[in-house]
């Protein structure tokens, strides 16, 4: 073997790399890229079209049906201070408390 670099070109030049090949299979390989390349963007393409499709169809969806049963509203809520006969604010009688009296019993008897 020699040492000059010069001896060593022409043995380099006459054979080819370990990557490279002959000029068909490196326009095999530019095919095959572009060949993909081309297969990418149609995937990305029919995904959109997809995805408009779907949003279109959504907005025309209707958001949430109507109920079927008629809907009775809710009793009203009972006040137990009411319903003991105490209520905030009362004016009138101050000589007896309400809460004294039954709530079923005649009011008592007016003074001249």
Avoid at 19 to 25: C, E, I, K, Y
Avoid at 61 to 83: G, Q
């Amino acid at each position: 073997m020699a040492d000059d670099p010069t001896q060593l070109l022409p043995l380099i030049r006459g054979k080819p790399g370990p990557l490279s090949g002959t000029r068909a299979q490196a326009t095999q390989r530019v095919q095959i890229g572009l060949l993909g390349l081309g297969l990418m963007i149609l995937l990305v393409g029919l995904a959109n079209i997809i995805m408009d499709n779907a949003q279109q169809n959504q907005a025309l969806v209707v958001p949430e049906a109507a109920p079927t049963v008629a809907v009775t509203p809710p009793p009203p809520a009972s006040d137990p201070l009411a319903d003991a006969g105490v209520v905030p604010g009362m004016s009138g009688d101050t000589s007896a408390p309400a809460g004294d009296q039954p709530r079923n019993a005649p009011p008592p008897p007016q003074q001249p």
